[in-house]
């Protein structure tokens, strides 16, 4: 059975964003995949996090992931920082990717914007530590969310060269899993940005706790254009996804859509079908219904979750205990190869 692993940083108010790209598909991959999902603690801090909200946001995402069906005795789910085969892998990868590589990564220069050199070095590097997040366990598939593409092909550079550097096939070379109908879930006031825990604007995302009175006034306010809704014509000649020209031409409207039909499990054509030449107010209200109809029972499962601590602490200390059992060996094997004395 080949393994699975991903990771959502503790980083504050989850959302749709997140959901749609990354936990939801987490899900259906427990049937036929031994899975490992982790709470990247250790990611969260390479930006400034309060110390004293650091455990509530990792039992927070521990919890968007029991409430959305993870089931924690089939898979692994532990908080990263439990693991110290995470940091020690890493830095063996510091030491094996390039500084070239390193520099073409774009949530970097994201991230650091203008004040690069004020940047953690920890956000620099990034990239290696999720390279060993994922090769610690050796995990041959990931799923992510579209902003996640470039670090998961230096993840697989990173896995050749050292296949490479050291004549071995000890690595596998992974895969990204990317799907679904919203992969890259935008800004809902700015349709070229994507949705984002660190948008300063509450009204730029749909939080997964948020309750039905707040999704309905985000999805209402959500910027849209003044024409009305798209149809078919707006695919590819595969006629299963959105025309590049259509999303730029009119990025919010589309991106509404894909998350329509990304929530309710319809395919896109029959999206833009249900839909074509509708007014906005008449669509928005069709959403907002679908988005309370899915998320409320998930935000009202992750408040119950959230207000029994014990429960979810539980959760991850075994899981830690089960992901480091795997890990541990793993990266003994890497000292041996690597050289070290005594390992
Ligand atoms: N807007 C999005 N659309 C689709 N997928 C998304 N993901 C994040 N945003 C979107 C996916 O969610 C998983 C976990 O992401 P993360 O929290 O570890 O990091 P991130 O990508 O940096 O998320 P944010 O919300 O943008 O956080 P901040 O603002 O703290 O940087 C990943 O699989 C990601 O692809």
């Not at 059975?1 to 749709?16: A, E, I, K, N």
């Not at 990247?40 to 996090?49: G, L």
């Not at 800004?187 to 660190?198: A, E, F, P, V, Y």
Request: glycine share 8%; net charge negative.
């Amino acid at each position: 059975m080949s393994r699975v692993f991903s990771g959502v940083q503790p980083t504050g108010d989850l959302h749709l964003g997140n959901y749609l790209g990354a936990i939801r598909n987490f899900v259906g991959l427990q049937d036929d995949h031994e899975c490992i999902y982790c709470v990247v603690d250790m990611h969260a801090i390479t930006v400034w996090q309060d110390p004293a909200q650091l455990a509530p946001h990792t039992r927070e995402v521990a919890s968007a992931f029991l409430a959305s069906g993870i089931d924690p005795k089939t898979s692994i789910i532990f908080n990263q920082s439990r693991v110290s085969a995470h940091a020690g892998l890493a830095w063996v990868f510091n030491c094996v990717a390039r500084m070239g590589w390193l520099n073409r990564m774009t949530q970097f220069k994201e991230k650091a914007g203008k004040h690069r050199e004020n940047a953690s070095v920890g956000l620099y590097v990034y990239p290696n530590l999720m390279a060993a997040d994922i090769l610690a366990y050796k995990a041959t598939h990931v799923p992510v969310g579209e902003d996640q593409k470039q670090h998961l092909e230096l993840t697989r550079d990173i896995a050749i060269k050292f296949n490479n550097d050291f004549g071995t096939e000890f690595f596998p070379v992974t895969e990204p899993l990317i799907f679904g109908e919203a992969t890259r879930v935008m800004s809902l006031r700015d349709g070229t940005k994507k949705m984002s825990k660190s948008d300063p604007s509450e009204y730029s995302r749909i939080n997964l706790t948020d309750g039905a009175d707040d999704i309905a006034t985000k999805i209402r306010k959500a910027r849209t254009d003044p024409n009305e809704l798209p149809g078919t014509e707006a695919l590819d000649a595969d006629g299963t996804t959105l025309r590049s020209d259509a999303v730029a031409e009119r990025p919010e409207a589309f991106n509404l859509i894909s998350i329509y039909a990304a929530l309710s499990g319809q395919d896109m054509a029959a999206t833009l079908d249900q839909f074509a030449g509708a007014q906005f107010s008449t669509f928005k209200g069709e959403l907002a219904d679908l988005s309370v109809a899915k998320l409320g029972p998930i935000g009202a499962e992750m408040q119950r979750l959230m207000a029994d601590p014990g429960h979810v602490d539980g959760v991850l200390a075994d899981g830690a205990e089960r992901a480091a059992a795997i890990a541990e060996p793993i990266l003994r094997d890497v000292h041996k190869i690597v050289g070290f004395l005594g390992a």
